[in-house]
T-cell receptor
Framework: QQPVQSPQAVILREGEDAVINCSSS?????VHWYRQKHGEAPVFLMILLKGGEQMRHEKISASFNEKKQQSSLYLTASQLSYSGTYFC???????????FGKGTKLSVIP | GAGVSQSPSNKVTEKGKDVELRCDPI?????LYWYRQSLGQGLEFLIYFQGNSAPDKSGLPSDRFSAERTGGSVSTLTIQRTQQEDSAVYLCASSRGIRSGANVLTFGAGSRLTVL
């Protein structure tokens, strides 16, 4: 079942912060975050594992609330290079398959 | 290879024709995935292969779509009797196939299919 992301799109000025949310109606074992820049392939950012620690990639961090079946991506002091579409992906139990949300388009402007 | 390689990068075809899209995964990656991304849309799962296990075909949208993976390496996605709604970017990804959920996908650059 496809996770739900919010917001669908956000525009930030350089230096501003943003939060992207990902929620699921089914139990989550892990949450994966990928970023896709315009015209490029998606690139792995981080994985949040059940019972694991909050992860960080540069000034991007993420949390995973197993009880609420949701994850949040925190972009701090955004840079122009953060622009792109962010996807969260969730696997099934014991499954390799990742089902992705519809994505959140982030635009950072000067 | 160093990354996931896909060919062709662009394919324009006429409605009703068959097309084949190729994916060459990272050497040693046992899992291979196909996703479809329509313009401005998300990543729609199509199929994945893991080692010698039967592929998970649950995402294939119709019986016009099929895929095979030869020798546990190169994969070909075939679309028969293409329709205009098949127009999209077809992305291939591979991974080490770790069952723990810590399974990192590396995507290829994609094959952009346009059906006229």
């Amino acid at each position: 079942q496809q996770p739900v992301q919010s917001p669908q799109a956000v525009i930030l000025r350089e230096g501003e912060d943003a939060v992207i949310n990902c929620s699921s109606s089914k139990a989550l074992y892990s949450v994966h975050w990928y970023r896709q820049k315009h015209g490029e392939a998606p690139v792995f950012l981080m994985i949040l594992l059940k019972g694991g620690e909050q992860m960080r990639h540069e000034k991007i961090s993420a949390s995973f609330n197993e009880k609420k079946q949701q994850s949040s991506l925190y972009l701090t002091a955004s840079q122009l290079s953060y622009s792109g579409t962010y996807f969260c992906g969730t696997p099934g139990a014991g499954s390799y398959q990742l089902t992705f949300g519809k994505g959140t388009k982030l635009s950072v402007i000067p | 290879g160093a990354g996931v390689s896909q060919s062709p990068s662009n394919k324009v075809t006429e409605k009703g024709k068959d097309v084949e899209l190729r994916c060459d995964p990272i050497s040693g990656h046992t899992a291979l995935y196909w996703y479809r991304q329509s313009l401005g849309q998300g990543l729609e799962f199509l199929i994945y292969f893991q080692g010698n296990s039967a592929p998970d075909k649950s995402g294939l949208p119709s019986d016009r779509f099929s895929a095979e993976r030869t020798g546990g390496s190169v994969s070909t996605l075939t679309i028969q009797r293409t329709q205009q709604e098949d127009s999209a970017v077809y992305l291939c990804a591979s991974s080490r196939g770790i069952r723990s959920g810590a399974n990192v996908l590396t995507f290829g650059a994609g094959s952009r299919l346009t059906v006229l």
